[in-house]
């Protein structure tokens, strides 16, 4: 026979209900998951915003007990469950969808029900009693959700860009590493995928992780502005049900609990309608989605073929690449970043759109940008590694193959046309189109410069930097 579960009742503005006697989370959390059935997006899956919540009602805790309005005992309390958030239990206790109506309210008291449950353990009481602990009275005080939920989600993106950057970095050093490896090796080089002039695959690859080595000061730039809160700003940025000095005493405490220099708003009723730190960060991530969407088009493209399209590069082997057609391997995981970048991309639109439908003192759908940016940053690291580990960091060159294409170009031409003039260069590229024979040997054959200033010019060496040579054409 199945034991009984047992439950307790609890009671909002809407009515009671029962809940499992040990459940962590209570009414307003169950009316949300009750409600908002929309996607599978759970809190519990975002261990930042988590913390970040943590992090405000630690700190929310420390400036209403300084100020008198918390025990020693419920301070204590509400602290150390803070805490065992902080070191990552209790994160199963988060269940309500992220994208959710209502502001931010259902998340908040998410938090204050599984806080408040929390520490009413650590004093000894059991979940649910909440005249020792109230998710309301007590984690809650001198909050509103739009204080609280926002300040949280700053806290949370601003550690994400941390635990985001050493990806980016390290993809881009190993860009730099193949660059190295590369970079006595000839090839074309392509304008509207057209034979342009010749360079090194070295450069190429430096190219690749020069631009990704410069988002990491946009990123940061556009990050900084999370360490700005308006917790304090209560409902709508006048500081209703709080005391003077709460706010300030707050952010003192997040500052020692995070180790960052967070600040507070100069205006908080500006700030409490305003989004556009979200928007700023994920305007910064779309750029690198679209550089890391470049790269991994330029990656399909010199490694395409193998033998009936560039071939200039392999890329590691990963997986049968059709069904039906047996030999095949294909780009699978350049692909696959390039799909992370258009959903980056296409979250930025929502955020963008998000961002825009704020009215009057508040914005309603800040659930929505808050699930965009986070799930953004989370792809991108994946999707950094991915690419390092199962791409970059397996690429090998086809020298030989770029050399003979590097001679039988027609872009070629363009290096001797300092030396030749316009009209020679002009007249020997349309021979040469026309004939399918090699600028190199028509050159030559036509006596307008010998063959050691013809191997002079055509050096490796001297085709991808600017070079002085005295060198004139005979004719």
């Known amino acids: 026979m199945e034991q009984e579960t047992k439950m307790r009742s609890e009671h909002d503005l809407l009515g009671k209900m029962e809940l499992p006697a040990d459940s962590l989370y209570g009414i307003q959390t169950q009316r949300c998951i009750d409600n908002f059935s929309i996607s599978r997006f759970k809190l519990e899956y975002y261990p930042a915003f988590i913390n970040g919540l943590a992090y405000t009602k630690m700190a929310a805790a420390d400036a209403n007990h300084q100020l008198g309005l918390l025990t020693d005992e419920q301070h204590k309390a509400i602290t150390a469950a803070c805490k065992d958030i902080l070191n990552g239990k209790y994160h199963e206790a988060f269940p309500v969808d992220m994208i959710q109506g209502g502001a931010g309210t259902s998340t908040n008291m998410n938090a204050n029900e599984v806080i408040a449950?929390?520490?009413?353990?650590?004093?000894?009481?059991?979940?649910?009693?909440?005249?020792?602990?109230?998710?309301?009275?007590?984690?809650?005080?001198?909050?509103?959700?739009?204080?609280?939920?926002?300040?949280?989600?700053?806290?949370?993106?601003?550690?994400?860009?941390?635990?985001?950057?050493?990806?980016?970095?390290?993809?881009?050093?190993?860009?730099?590493?193949?660059?190295?490896?590369?970079?006595?090796?000839?090839?074309?080089?392509?304008?509207?995928?057209?034979d342009a002039v010749p360079m090194t695959l070295g450069q190429t690859f430096y190219g690749f992780a020069s631009i990704l080595e410069d988002e990491l000061l946009h990123l940061d730039e556009a990050?900084?502005?999370?360490?700005?809160?308006n917790l304090g700003a209560t409902a709508i940025g006048t500081g209703i049900c709080s005391e003077?000095?709460?706010a300030e005493k707050a952010i003192d405490a997040l500052c020692r609990f995070t180790g960052w220099k967070v600040k507070l708003a100069k205006d908080l009723v500006g700030a409490t309608s305003?989004?556009?730190?979200?928007?700023?960060?994920?305007?910064?991530?779309?750029?690198?989605?679209?550089?890391?969407?470049?790269?991994?088009?330029?990656?399909?493209l010199l490694a395409s073929g193998p033998r009936c399209g560039l071939g200039e590069i392999n890329l590691p082997a990963r997986q049968p690449g059709s069904s039906i057609m047996p030999g095949k391997v294909n780009p699978v995981i350049p692909e696959v970043v390039s799909q992370v970048a258009y959903k980056v991309i296409g979250n930025e639109l929502c955020v963008t759109m998000a961002g825009e439908a704020s009215q009057m003192e508040l914005n309603a759908m800040e659930p929505v940008m808050a699930q965009c940016c986070f799930e953004s940053v989370d792809l991108l690291a994946n999707a950094f590694d991915t690419l390092r580990t199962l791409c970059v960091e397996g690429i090998t060159a086809n020298p030989e193959h770029c050399r003979r294409e590097v001679r039988n170009s027609i872009g070629i031409v363009t290096a001797l046309n300092p030396y030749i003039g316009y009209d020679h260069s002009t007249n020997i590229a349309k021979k040469a189109l026309e004939t399918g024979r090699s600028v190199y040997d028509l050159v030559l054959e036509e006596g307008i410069l010998t063959q050691e200033d013809l191997d002079t010019i055509l050096d490796p060496g001297n085709m991808i930097h600017p070079v002085k040579l005295d060198i004139k054409a005979r004719k």
């Open 117 to 194: 449950n929390i520490a009413l353990m650590h004093m000894g009481h059991k979940p649910g009693e909440y005249e020792f602990c109230s998710p309301h009275d007590h984690v809650n005080r001198s909050q509103s959700t739009n204080d609280a939920y926002p300040t949280a989600i700053h806290l949370g993106m601003y550690a994400s860009h941390l635990a985001l950057v050493p990806h980016l970095k390290e993809l881009a050093a190993e860009f730099r590493k193949r660059g190295d490896d590369f970079a006595n090796i000839v090839k074309m080089g392509r304008t509207q995928l057209e």
């Open 223 to 229: 990050a900084e502005d999370f360490l700005t809160v």
């Open 274 to 300: 305003d989004t556009s730190c979200m928007l700023g960060y994920m305007s910064a991530l779309k750029r690198v989605a679209v550089k890391i969407s470049k790269i991994s088009n330029d990656l399909r």
């Open 244 to 246: 003077p000095g709460y």
